[in-house]
């Protein structure tokens, strides 16, 4: 396999077109259905290796200390588990995916970071084996490392790949943060709804449970609901802040995504069945063998 010294990757945001919470787990998480799509809107990531084993962020993020960064952990999880502690890399990040929005954008960070610095390092483990690590960083990042639109059932890592129509999204971010944590921590979380299945939801579309609980406690998000559902159907993605609306064509989202009020930011993207980080050429690029 060629060897590399720098990498330049990007890192998809996601949409939950749906999500629902069907139980809580003994060990506190929860599980869930969930429906994911890639977006054409990325982050970017370059990778540079360094024979000292430091692993150094070029491009620290504002509001993310080092021990909350994904892409730290991601990093150093890739390094204790091929024994690897004599290399490391030195990370650039153009960031683009708001922080707290539902995107995915820390998760996807992370995903691409492992599988980034797998080809760097050679450290030559597969799709599967970089997803059951990514399943220790958080629930979102199996499905970054994946690659395609997916049903995901148990904390989000459990995937079924799917197709999904390529729709084009506005995509509408208040301004503020939503704090995962508070979300699945708290009460009033709707945690009982029943089991359904992808096929249903393909075909009559769904909802996502923590949308009431949210627009609760963060009214920004009740606001850009509001805003965007009088043009077409909008939701919550994730616990949020994010929300969207499809459309089917891009210049129906743009002539919306003009009208778009000062108090909001947002932009519009095409969802993607195949991400960004494994279209065609990266993924013969990182896994020539196969080892998908």
Known sequence: MIR??????????????????????????HNLQTLYQFLDFCDELAFTSRLDGEIK?????????????LILSAAKL???????????????????????AGLGGGSSNAATTLVGLNQLWQTHLTIGQLQRLGATLGADVPIFIHG????????????????????????????????????????????????????????????NDCQPLV?????????????????????????GSSVFASFTSRSEAVKVIQKLPERFKGFISRGLNLSPLHQAGTVLLLFPNGRL
């Open 4 to 29: 590399f010294n720098h990498l330049k990757l990007p890192a998809p945001a996601k949409l939950n077109l749906m999500l629902n919470i069907i139980g809580r787990r003994e060990d506190g998480y």
């Open 148 to 207: 395609h639109s997916a049903w995901a059932e148990g904390i989000g890592d459990e995937l079924t790949t799917v197709t999904i129509p390529e729709r084009w999204y506005v995509v509408v971010s208040p301004q503020c943060q939503v704090l995962t944590t508070r979300i699945f921590g708290h009460v009033d979380l709707i945690r009982n709804t029943p089991p359904t299945t992808v096929d249903i939801i393909l075909k009559n579309g769904g909802t």
């Open 78 to 100: 890739l390094q204790d588990e091929c024994g690897v502690e004599f290399l490391g890399a030195t990370i650039k990040v153009t960031k683009r995916i708001p922080i707290g």
């Open 57 to 69: 962020l070029a491009t620290p993020m504002e509001g993310v200390s080092p021990s909350d960064n």
């Open 215 to 239: 627009s609760k406690l963060y009214p920004k998000v009740q606001e850009a609901l509001e805003w965007l559902d009088s043009f077409a159907k909008a939701q919550m993605t994730g616990t």
